[in-house]
């Protein structure tokens, strides 16, 4: 398996922008997370989906922040309208058994 | 509400030396402890993960050891070098969302020198 597959691996945008982050998880992982990672706060877990479900977004900041997971294999991280202080590396993450695998991360910007 | 914390924050060793990282966490009721590598704008690569039931585990030169009623881990790194240089992050699995919710420390920023 090639592990976990963020798209894109960066990205500029222009304040009030929509952007979309993508995420293929690990075949066979039953639980997909995503995270927020900055200087100031680290690590923070955004919204978490076991089989396709979201379990907890209480960690999604505002509700210009989306996320679905259609299938098994494809969820998406959506902030609309975006603002200069959404400008973060977001990790999305896939586990089973209780093991998480992380992707490489999609470092956004927004100006 | 669990927290984390890596002490110290920051470690700098010559080449050769044996070093112990530490985590603690506050709420003993956990599903298990994973230690993460992570190398400047990359992401976080899995090094060793320990259930509640299990006391240690070990790769190569790593050993990570757990003790949950005191709320501890330590990743001991036998023989560094200077490809270990990374930020280590420690994170805990609560038990009421087993596989699920992690929580991680702020990490502790490693340089082994040549």
């Known amino acids: 398996d090639a592990g976990v597959i963020q798209s894109p691996r960066h990205e500029v945008t222009e304040m009030g922008q929509e952007v979309t982050l993508r995420c293929k998880p690990i075949s066979g992982h039953d639980y997909l997370f995503w995270y927020r990672q900055t200087m100031m706060r680290g690590l923070e877990l955004l919204i978490y989906?076991?089989?396709?479900?979201?379990?907890?977004d209480s960690g999604m900041p505002e509700d210009r922040f989306s996320a679905k997971m259609p299938n098994a294999s494809f969820s998406t991280l959506k902030i609309q309208p975006s603002e200069p202080r959404d400008s973060a590396v977001y990790f999305c993450?896939?586990?089973?058994?209780?093991?998480?695998?992380f992707g490489q991360g999609t470092r956004l910007t927004v100006v | 509400k669990q927290e984390v914390t890596q002490i110290p924050a920051a470690l700098s060793v010559p080449e050769g030396e044996n070093l112990v990282l530490n985590c603690s966490f506050t709420?003993?009721?956990?599903?298990?402890l994973q230690w993460f590598r992570q190398d400047p704008g990359k992401g976080l690569t899995s090094l060793l993960l320990?259930?509640?039931?299990?006391r240690e585990q070990t790769s190569g030169r790593l050993n990570a050891s757990l003790d949950k009623s005191s709320g501890r881990s330590t990743l001991y790194i036998a023989a560094s070098q200077p490809g270990d240089s990374a930020t280590y992050l420690c994170a805990v699995d609560g038990v009421e969302t087993s596989g699920s919710r992690l929580t991680f420390g702020e990490g502790t920023q490693l340089t082994v020198n040549p």
């Open positions: 320990i259930q509640s039931s299990q």
């Open positions: 989906f076991n089989n396709n479900v979201p379990i907890d």
């Open positions: 709420d003993s009721a956990i599903y298990n």
């Open positions: 993450a896939s586990s089973r058994l209780g093991q998480a695998f």
